[in-house]
């Protein structure tokens, strides 16, 4: 079974894990809010079950109806074993899996901004993190420092792991041309909050537009705060376009030179930059966890400081000044980067391993 909060997050991010543990004559039930990616996972063979949750809010209320639905659905197909990812399927699930002694696999996909800020709030996650994952099979952290965390905070957990984020599928996402330069295009894909750097993006693409008048700024993504109309102002100053939530962001890969990620997000490690980098693009992005991981800097993009636009605004001009075969380049090395540490398949042999010591199945 898997706990999942997001359709399109499960589809694009954990399918060859699904699909490896298909071949290895598993059945899958997901539990997740039903979305239209959904369809995609029943074509694969997997049972899905419709649990609407809510991914940022803290309502005690709704909060024990996802324990006590997790709980209900667990009882009835009993599943072998039970892999989670994000905060809520983790904590909630891996209480359910403790209380009917399952196999628990959580996924640490970043701490989040409630756990990773000093309160009440953190000091509450804390201790239920200590309860849901201590008999947790294999813990999987995707960068060290959330596994740091963890030791700071005494969060005990008896096996753990740190894999490479989500990993990306490099045959998916394969080494694209780069484009000409006669415009320069820049992307920015993220959900369009606060803390995925958005404010700084648009600090930037004012300034740059304004100044270099070949440059394009594109920004990708949902809505997730207030953000369209200012969106919309952008767009009607001739400084971005919006293209929305987009399915499928190679087609925008193959026109972009670079892509721009200035969030401070607490990140596992950032899906935009694996995609980006795989594709053989440069990346500008934040000197954090989560982020850093994926670009060395100056070698195949640059890092910025947090909150920062001037600082962004300078990277980009830098970037600017560099000839077509040094940002093709850039996005070559890149490449090379995800093909040797980043690749999904890296995952899926970390997660068989791990459950077939805990299930003693061989394959």
Known sequence: MILSNHDAYTYNFRREIIQKLMDENFKIFIVLPFGEKVLDLERMGCVCI??????????????????????????????AAVLSFTIKPNIYGGLVCRKHNIPFFPNVTGLGTAVENEGLVQKLLIKMYKFAYKKASCVFFQNEANRQFFRDKDIKVKHARVIP???????????????????????????????????????????????????????????????????????????IKYHGMQSDVRKFHEISHCTIHPTYYPEGISNVLLESAASGRPVITTDRVGCREVVDDNINGFLVHERDSRDLINKIEIFLTLSFDDRQNMGIAGRKKIQKNFDRQIIVEAYLEEIEKSLEFTR
């Open 50 to 79: 419709d649990l609407p949750l809510d991914r940022r809010g803290m309502n005690p209320f709704t909060d024990l109806k996802l324990l006590s639905k997790y709980n209900k659905i667990m009882k009835k197909i009993k599943p």
């Open 165 to 239: 984020g989500s990993g990306v599928n490099t045959t998916h996402f394969s080494l694209l041309p780069y484009p000409s330069d006669n415009e320069i295009h820049f992307m920015f894909i993220s959900r369009i909050m606060k803390e995925k750097g958005i404010d700084q993006y648009l600090d930037a693409a004012k300034y740059i537009k304004h100044k270099y008048t070949n440059t394009k700024f594109h920004v990708l993504g949902y809505c997730e705060q207030n953000y369209e109309d200012t969106l919309a102002y952008f767009q009607s100053e001739g400084v």
